[in-house]
């Protein structure tokens, strides 16, 4: 199911990254095609949301390999010092990755469109008119064209976390990365932010999702990866690893965070 690394829009091979209390990642390695949806499931702590931090470089990698685009960054272990090379790097394919966290993290003091508008002024040095020009259009993206001159403040959740992805859009990512972007939210406000990661998908945005909206997994992924303890476990088509999970391991955490059992030979149905 992973595609070939010469097809590839992002390529990681054996990623190792730890903090003190452990090692989180162990030898990660997974190619992701351009214009991919992939989802990104597991039980809470088993390192979803460092494979995402490493992979826009927010945490250096300890070892291994990355590539998003034509960017490539490499270390081979603790030992090698990051160097200005390496760091300048990291820099540039934090640029090329666009990511939404749990919670949107908007300045309070500043307008939905001013929140928008900021990295592309400071970080590519756009002119106020340019900036402006292309946060009003990717506001209207995730249809919120019309709350541009107001406040975080006054945004329910789901609106603060389409502008989230709206001032991530407007730095032009080759990628997107979700870190549960729905977690927070009142269910009743989930499905106009799933939405939006739907319409981007129909565009042709490249996008990792760290979720627990398995329905959405299930359906709007182009592949499903299951982690746990640190590993990639299995990945798969979404209908296959809900259906016919191949690893004890996924098919113990569906059965036991759907709340269903299994049917048939491993199968489970999330509805």
Do not use: W
Request: glycine share 8%.
């Amino acid at each position: 199911m992973v595609n070939k690394a010469e097809e590839s829009l992002i390529v990681i091979e054996n990623l190792n990254k730890g903090f003190e209390d452990g090692e989180v990642l162990k030898d990660v390695s997974l190619n992701i095609k351009e214009g991919d949806l992939v989802s990104i499931i597991g039980p809470s702590g088993c390192g979803k949301s460092t494979f995402l931090r490493c992979l826009n470089c927010l945490e250096l990698l300890d070892s291994g390999y990355i590539r998003v685009g034509e960017r490539e960054l490499s270390r081979s272990g603790r030992e090698q010092k990051p160097d200005e090379r390496m760091l300048q790097i990291a820099h540039e394919i934090r640029c090329d990755v666009g990511m939404v966290f749990q919670s949107y993290n908007l300045f309070p003091h500043k307008t939905v469109l001013q929140n928008v508008m900021l990295a592309p002024l400071v970080v590519k040095k756009l002119k106020k008119e340019e900036a402006e020009e292309h946060a009003l259009l990717f506001l209207e993206k995730v249809g919120l064209k019309g709350f541009a001159g107001k406040y975080p403040s006054t945004l329910s959740g789901g609106q603060g976390q389409r502008a989230a992805i709206a001032r991530a859009l407007a730095m032009n990512p080759k990628v997107m990365l979700y870190d549960e972007p729905t977690s927070a939210l009142d269910p009743e406000l989930v499905g106009e932010v799933l939405q939006v990661m739907k319409d981007l998908d129909r565009e042709g945005m490249t996008q990792i999702i760290v979720t627990h909206e398995m329905k959405f997994a299930r359906d709007a992924s182009d592949y499903i990866v299951f982690m746990d303890k640190g590993e990639i476990v299995e990945y798969d088509d979404g209908d296959i690893l809900f259906t016919q999970p191949k690893n004890p391991r996924t098919r113990e955490f569906l059965r036991h965070f759907t709340g269903t059992d299994a049917v048939g030979a491993g199968a489970v149905n999330v509805r």
